[in-house]
């Protein structure tokens, strides 16, 4: 079971990043996948949440409207689309699945 984030880096506020998780080692379409984030002296917290099937979504209430999740079953990917960032958003973003699997995380960084 593996889950891979990539995507991140360092971004000017104002900016995009298009993050994404690749899994392998577990049927990807069975599972719910959830997107979380940790920033410097924080606790995790959740981002949002795509159903195994992409049919229900949820997001933080500090990311809605910037961030969109989505999947790609075909390809075992989620993905996380983040506009509009703001230095707050700076963190690492780790995705989960819903059989408790986790990834390494990848580092946003917004700053000017």
């Known amino acids: 079971v593996q889950l891979v984030e990539s995507g991140g880096g360092l971004v000017q506020p104002g900016g995009s990043l298009r993050l994404s998780c690749a899994a392998s080692?577990?049927?990807?379409?069975?599972?719910?996948m959830r997107w979380y984030r940790q920033a410097p002296g924080k606790e995790r917290e959740f981002v949002a949440v795509?159903?195994?099937?992409?049919?229900?979504?949820a997001y933080a209430d500090s990311v809605k409207g910037r961030f969109t999740i989505s999947r790609d079953n075909a390809k075992n990917t989620v993905y996380l689309q983040i506009n509009s960032l703001k230095p707050e958003d700076t963190a690492v973003y780790y995705c989960?699945?819903?059989?408790?699997?986790w990834g390494q995380g990848t580092q946003v960084t917004v700053s000017s």
């Open positions: 080692g577990f049927t990807f379409s069975s599972y719910d």
């Open positions: 795509i159903t195994s099937a992409g049919r229900s979504i």
């Open positions: 989960n699945a819903g059989n408790g699997a």
